[in-house]
DNA sequence: TCTGGGGTCCTAGGACCC
DNA sequence: TCTGGGGTCCTAGGACCC
């Protein structure tokens, strides 16, 4: 048996927690550089707000309805997130981080008579210790506890619902709704005559795998109550990628370099950050797809590290090679990226045969690292960064990010004074 | 003017091995 | 006419998730 925990309009729900008076005002957030629709409050919902929607033409609505727009601030989300975590890991032993605003529970050493009403106390904790609403749906398996949560939030409007032997929920449920199934997925099971999740629950598991692939059959599996999917232990990544938007297109060569330089840094310290080092390094760019009237580029390249490394001097330095490489003047670039790949156990590290790099020097790089990361640790981050990374204050590449709210969780100066009389 | 970022898994096909 | 059987590794592409 399973819970899954789901924030309630997480982002949306964040913005509103230090921010009381817009309670019942229709809210939305919008994706890194004030792209597209990402969060939205129940009564932007309502108005007709759509995921993904991009904001330069929902402007009209937002203006007409009074909607408040909000930046991502993903400092502020990703604190909230952690508190709802703690909350969750010390109230119950196996729980699974499976998204920032969602957590498995294994619910298998408590009796099935108990399993509603631990989750509604549960419910009720994470609310009055983070003051973010959840629901938690329950069932045999993975996928059925999600469509639980699925039908307590758009069906019922309960904290939490129990699937377990309300099986006929089923047929409520549109196949596209089910945790697994796409948008391509959900067209072609329409195409086969396969329209709810009760339809999916009844065809042949190994025909649909034949059709479709193993994922196909778990979920059919598991829509039966045959759970096949277990609680996960959080595993370090396998690879880690950090790239963005520029906030305005680019064509010159040095600012790309000095955002390809900043990305490298935060992903450096991502991957420091779990303890791995990387072997492959990679570098993408290119022009926005959107815009038909500029010529379109796109281009990879990356290659293989002899010497796994976390430095980030090195990480940054073979990045802009790759850069050199790919970069071509003329075109008007909008995004840029790095990858590290084959990440490896820092302490598992094989050392190169005809490795030119000496003992000492590693050992300098290691301490120069730690340095970094401590100061940055205390004084925030970019306390102290690559000059690759640009000296200006004035950085065209930076996204924009005109409606974001104050770091309220997580930096000194912004915590909210409250004056009581 | 304006359209996010970061992941994982699976499959097919090609190259190669004995 | 007829052309083995069994395996690994890699890559690209497609699907999914939040």
New binding site residues.
């Given amino acids: 048996m399973y819970a899954i925990v789901?924030a309630n309009n997480?982002y949306a729900s964040c913005e509103r927690l230090f921010n009381p008076t817009l309670a019942k005002t229709p809210i939305v957030v919008?994706?890194?550089?004030?792209?597209?629709v990402?969060a939205r409050s129940n009564e932007a919902k309502a108005l007709g707000l759509k995921?993904?929607d991009?904001?330069?033409?929902i402007?009209h609505l937002v203006n007409k309805h009074a909607i408040k727009v909000f930046s991502?601030n993903y400092a502020f989300y990703g604190d909230m997130s952690n508190r709802i975590m703690t909350v969750l890991e010390s109230n119950w032993p196996e729980t699974e981080v499976?998204?920032?605003?969602?957590a498995f529970l294994c619910l298998n050493s408590l009796p099935q008579s108990q399993h509603t009403f631990f989750c509604e106390q549960l419910q009720k904790k994470v609310r009055q210790y983070t003051g973010i609403p959840v629901s938690i749906g329950i069932g045999p398996s993975k996928t059925l506890a999600?469509l639980a949560n699925h039908v307590a939030k758009k069906q019922l409007k309960a904290p939490v619902f129990n699937i377990t032997s309300e099986r006929q929920w089923l047929q409520q449920i549109e196949v596209g709704d089910?945790?697994?199934?796409?948008?391509?997925?959900?067209?072609?099971l329409n195409r086969l005559g396969v329209y709810t999740a009760y339809d999916l629950s009844m065809v042949e598991a190994r025909t649909f795998?034949r059709k479709f692939?193993?994922?196909m059959e778990r979920t059919i599996l598991e829509l039966r109550g045959i759970s096949c999917i277990a609680i996960e232990k959080s595993?370090?990544?396998?690879?880690?990628?950090?790239?963005?938007?520029f906030g305005?297109?680019q064509t010159e060569f040095n600012p790309i370099a000095e955002a390809l330089s900043s990305?490298a840094a935060?992903?450096v310290e991502?991957m420091r950050k779990q303890g791995s080092l990387a072997s492959t390094i990679s570098v993408f760019i290119r022009t926005?797809p959107?815009?038909k009237d500029l010529p379109y580029y796109s281009k990879s390249t990356g290659f293989q590290l002899i010497n796994p490394t976390d430095d980030v001097r090195a990480i940054t330095k073979y990045a802009k090679m790759c850069l050199r490489q790919i970069y071509r003047q003329g075109y008007h670039y909008?995004?840029v990226?790095i990858?590290l790949g084959e990440l490896i156990n820092n302490t598992q590290c094989q050392f190169n045969l005809f490795d030119s790099q000496s003992d000492e020097d590693k050992e300098q790089s290691d301490k120069l690292m730690q340095v970094l990361t401590d100061i940055n640790h205390k004084f925030g981050r970019h306390a102290i960064h690559l000059a690759a990374e640009g000296v200006n204050r004035y950085q065209p590449w930076k996204?924009r990010s005109t409606f974001k709210s104050p770091h309220y969780t997580t930096n000194w100066h912004d915590i909210p004074v409250v004056y009581a009389n």
């Fill in positions: 789901d997480f919008l994706s890194n550089n004030d792209g597209c990402i995921m993904g991009p904001y330069f033409q402007k991502s499976y998204s920032i605003d969602e999600k089910v945790w697994g199934i796409g948008r391509k997925w959900g067209q072609k795998k692939n193993v994922i595993e370090p990544k396998k690879e880690i990628v950090s790239s963005k938007s305005q297109l990305y935060r992903a991502k926005n959107f815009r909008k995004k990226g990858m996204m």
